[in-house]
């Protein structure tokens, strides 16, 4: 729940930053001289790329959860059982004996989004950020019928 309320705190600070910048933009378009207008239609760009960074990341949040919702309601949810640290750190051995399971189930069925969608629990386990992120995006895209991007 701390999460989700740091997303949308988060969320609407950034928002608010889009709309200050955005109206900045369009004060410097406003001036008319030849160095502020194109200085502001760039500066119109930034708030563009943050909202669209900004949608995609929580769509990827919203598709994933929704994921984690239905494999739980099938009780195939992974067990958080892993040993930790003193600072609540999963321990990197297990992290790595757990993945190394996740792997070869994914291997044996790769088709099946479940398994990807484990493999991605053990991929963020194990720390690795980009390669958790890919295999849930796996996960969705199996979920949903479509064929996953390489």
């Given at each position: ?74 009780g195939g949810l992974p ?51 980009p390669r958790a992120r ?17």
């Amino acid at each position: 729940m701390r999460d989700r309320l740091l997303f949308l705190l988060l969320s609407v600070v950034l928002v608010g930053y889009f709309g200050l910048v955005g109206h900045r933009g369009v004060l410097l378009i406003g001036e008319g001289t030849w160095v502020t207008v194109p200085l502001g239609v760039a500066v119109l760009v930034l708030p563009l790329l943050g909202a669209w960074f900004l949608w995609r990341s929580a769509h990827f949040v919203l598709r994933a959860n929704r994921l984690a919702r239905e494999l739980e309601a099938e009780g195939g949810l992974p067990v958080d059982d892993l040993a930790r640290t003193p600072s609540g750190r999963v321990d990197r051995a297990a992290a790595d004996a757990a993945f190394a399971r996740r792997r070869a189930e994914t291997e044996a069925n790769p088709g099946d989004w479940r398994c990807w969608f484990r493999l991605a629990v053990a991929y963020h386990d194990a720390r690795d950020t980009p390669r958790a992120r890919k295999a849930m995006q796996h996960a969705i895209a199996l979920h949903a019928g479509r064929p996953p991007r390489s």
